[in-house]
């Protein structure tokens, strides 16, 4: 079946400590995403990438980094530098980034700090 | 500022029953889209309903049809013969142009369905 997946479910995080979170998708899709939601409130978008090699910030990119080098693989890393970094992370991949397009979720990765 | 506002942040329906949920954007472009997304307790995030801003007939995807106002900038969606299954959070969200191209998402409404 085609779909995304991102592993670990769950991921402890020790002060000082970079982690990455991981997200494959197999539905060829050109563009993918990274966003946070905190309790009792929406999305908000970390990391975007339109195609293999390229990615952009965000509206919360500062204390995260991405990297894009093959086209069904976009990790996210959680570096020390975010402070505050407990929360619940999503993936989501399109075949392109217009709105036309809808994105396809995985089914999220909860960070906590230890 | 590009918002998306639900007011409404926990709502609760009977069985078989219609329920609406409310959403108001803020946006200065003319053609956009709007989206209806479902979290249940999986936390998956489902796409629910899809409009485009250009549009003027409303969208519909069986037992959900929304109702789009875009002079009023509002995108309620309803949910008709309720069932147990659409107990969830609701996300309401806008595609934005500026800046970086994305998804800007409302606070969310989470629904009760009593049996």
């Known amino acids: 079946d085609g779909g995304i997946t991102q592993s670990p479910k769950y991921l402890f995080r020790k002060e000082g400590q970079n982690v990455t979170l991981s997200c494959e998708q197999n539905?060829?899709?050109?563009?993918m995403y990274w966003y946070r939601q905190d309790p009792g409130q929406g999305l908000r978008l970390i990391y975007y990438?339109?195609?293999?090699?390229?990615?952009q910030k965000g509206d919360i990119a500062e204390g995260y980094s991405v990297s894009r080098e093959k086209k069904e693989s976009f990790p996210l890393t959680v570096t020390s530098a975010q402070k505050n970094p407990t929360a619940f992370y999503l993936c989501?991949?399109?075949?392109?980034?217009?709105?036309?397009?809808?994105?396809?979720f995985g089914d999220g990765t909860r960070l906590s700090i230890l | 500022a590009q918002t998306v506002t639900q007011s409404q942040p926990e709502m609760s329906v009977q069985e078989a029953e219609t329920v609406t949920l409310s959403c108001t954007y803020d946006?200065?472009?003319?053609?956009?889209?709007l989206f209806w997304y479902k979290q249940p307790p999986s936390r998956q995030m489902i796409l629910v309903i899809r409009?485009?801003?250009?549009?003027?007939q409303n969208a519909t995807e069986n037992r959900f049809s929304v109702n789009f106002q875009k002079a009023a900038k509002s995108f309620s969606l309803k949910i008709s013969d309720s069932q147990l299954g659409d107990a969830a959070m609701y996300f309401c969200?806008?595609?934005?142009?500026?800046?970086?191209?994305?998804?800007?998402f409302g606070q969310g409404t989470r629904l009760t369905i009593n049996p």
């Open positions: 946006t200065s472009e003319s053609d956009y889209y």
């Open positions: 989501a991949s399109s075949i392109n980034s217009t709105p036309a397009k809808p994105q396809h």
């Open positions: 539905l060829n899709h050109d563009a």
């Open positions: 969200a806008r595609f934005t142009y500026q800046g970086a191209q994305k998804l800007v």
């Open positions: 409009q485009e801003a250009y549009k003027q």
């Open positions: 990438s339109q195609i293999v090699n390229d990615f």
